[in-house]
Nanobody, 121 residues
C-alpha cells in the first residue's frame, strides 16, 4: 500500500484544516489508518487512528473533541478534520497503515510523506 498525505497549510489559531491520506495498491487489505505528527525537535507522536474491523476511532488526549478521523467506503481516502487549531498543533502530519491501531510507530508498515501544518497568527 502506498500512502500520500496532503491538505496542510498555514492557518490562524482557532481555524480548521482537513488533511487527506490517499491510499493506493491493495487498499481492501487496509485494517487501520493512523495519523501521527512531528514538531521540530520532537519525536513523532500519535494523533488518531481508525480501525476498519470495528469502526472505532482513537485520539490522543490533546486533540479529543477537536479532531475527527474518517474514511470513505472504498478505503482509498482517510481524512483528519482538525478544528479549533492551536499553535501547539504545528507539526508535519503523517498518515500510516497497520494491522491494528496503536500509538507505537514501530507497528506501522507504510507511511505517507507528511504534510506541514502551521498554526500561527
Amino acid at each position: 500500500v502506498q500512502l500520500q498525505a496532503s491538505g496542510g497549510g498555514l492557518v490562524q489559531p482557532g481555524g480548521s484544516l482537513r488533511l487527506s491520506c490517499a491510499a493506493s495498491g491493495t487498499v481492501l487489505d487496509l485494517e487501520a489508518i493512523a495519523w501521527f505528527r512531528q514538531a521540530p525537535g520532537k519525536e513523532r507522536e500519535f494523533v488518531s487512528c481508525l480501525s476498519d474491523s470495528d469502526g472505532r476511532a482513537f485520539y490522543e488526549d490533546s486533540v479529543k473533541g477537536r479532531f475527527s478521523i474518517s474514511r470513505n467506503n472504498a478505503k482509498t481516502t482517510t481524512w483528519l478534520q482538525m478544528n479549533s487549531l492551536k499553535p501547539e498543533d504545528t507539526a508535519v502530519y503523517f498518515c500510516a497503515e497497520a494491522n491494528y491501531c496503536s500509538n507505537f510507530t514501530q507497528i506501522y508498515r507504510s507511511w505517507g510523506q507528511g504534510t506541514l501544518v502551521t498554526v500561527s497568527s
